[in-house]
């Protein structure tokens, strides 16, 4: 069975449980990104170690924040030295606003991904965008390049939609499918 790390900044913690619901339906390894924009040299090391790598990050002002970034500008050590070329790379972000500008944060998480010669796995799944579509449907924010959670602004970690958990469920499972195909 392949090798999942998924590497998170959360800052209010959503992005922490959906990191967390992800890795516990593979079995991934968590990587955090620290409130300074760290992760420890064990940390480099399960990501140079991993097959696939899912970048995760909330949305702030539409973009990764800055200890996400921190961390992403860091890996151009990897970058220079192609650790991370072919690997299978997939992302997924979370904001208070249903739309809260989560395409920009993605296609910066694709384009980091493709700048280490990654290869990108979409969320490919249908949209529930029919009038009967619910919170609690899969895929109910309608995205495609990655996974997309929406947490009002007022809402514990533990009010994250259902449909939106179950989403990174399904997630997870086609990273895990699609990578084992790299690595057989």
Do not use: C
Not at 59 to 82: C, E, H, I, L, N
């Amino acid at each position: 069975m392949s090798r999942i790390a998924v590497v998170y900044y959360s800052g209010y913690g959503h992005t922490k449980v959906i990191a967390e619901t992800f890795a516990k339906e593979v079995d991934a390894t968590l990587v955090a990104v620290n409130q300074e924009g760290d992760v420890t040299e064990a940390d480099w090391a399960v990501l140079d170690a991993a097959d696939a790598i899912v970048f995760a990050a909330p949305t702030y002002m539409g973009g990764v924040p800055w200890q996400f970034k921190k961390f992403a500008d860091a890996s151009s050590k990897r970058w220079f030295t192609s650790v991370w070329k072919d690997k299978v790379f997939g992302g997924f972000t979370n904001s208070a606003s249903f739309n809260g500008d989560k395409q920009v944060t993605l296609i910066y998480l694709q384009t980091l991904a493709s700048q280490h010669g990654g290869i990108w796995v979409s969320l490919g799944l249908l949209p529930a965008n029919t009038k009967a579509a619910t919170r609690q449907d899969v895929n109910n924010l309608g995205g495609s390049v990655g996974l997309l959670v929406q947490s009002p602004a007022d809402a514990s970690v533990d009010e994250i939609p259902s449909g939106d958990l179950e989403t990174a469920k399904v997630y997870a499972k086609r990273i895990q499918q699609i990578t084992d195909k790299f690595v057989a």
